[in-house]
């Protein structure tokens, strides 16, 4: 089992960055695929980016591709999501998963944390 706390959110105007961290529990970090999903006020819970149990492999959605970048360290538990060129439509609870299935298997992410919210103003 692997718990799970994301921490970074914030507010930040268009065109601006923000850096994500989710911070794992557990010594089998290395062993999960890790994933950002988001959720904006309305909408489904929608997939952002994956990374790889090793950290070699991502997969982003076409919406964040060649803004979000996700990368992992897996001696300190955490992976990151460094959000730049943030667009008001980028506004959600951004929430961290972990997986024991591939990396590009969305659906199966099983293991949550509690969200942190990310605003972008206009």
């Known amino acids: 089992q692997v718990q799970l706390v994301e921490s970074g959110g914030g507010l930040v105007q268009a065109g601006g960055s923000l850096r994500l961290s989710c911070a794992a529990s557990?010594?089998?970090?290395?062993?999960?695929?890790m994933g950002w999903f988001r959720q904006a006020p309305g909408k489904e819970r929608e997939f952002v980016t994956a990374?790889?149990?090793?950290?070699?492999?991502?997969y982003y959605a076409d919406s964040v591709k060649g803004r979000f970048t996700i990368s992992r360290d897996n001696a300190k538990n955490t992976v990151y999501l460094q959000m730049n060129s943030l667009k008001p439509e980028d506004t959600a609870v951004y929430y961290c998963?972990?997986?024991?299935?591939?990396?590009?298997?969305?659906?199966?992410?099983?293991?949550w944390g509690q969200g942190t919210q990310v605003t972008v103003s206009s």
């Open positions: 998963a972990a997986s024991t299935g591939p990396y590009y298997h969305v659906g199966l992410y099983g293991h």
């Open positions: 557990g010594r089998t970090f290395s062993s999960y695929a």
């Open positions: 990374i790889s149990w090793g950290g070699a492999s991502t």
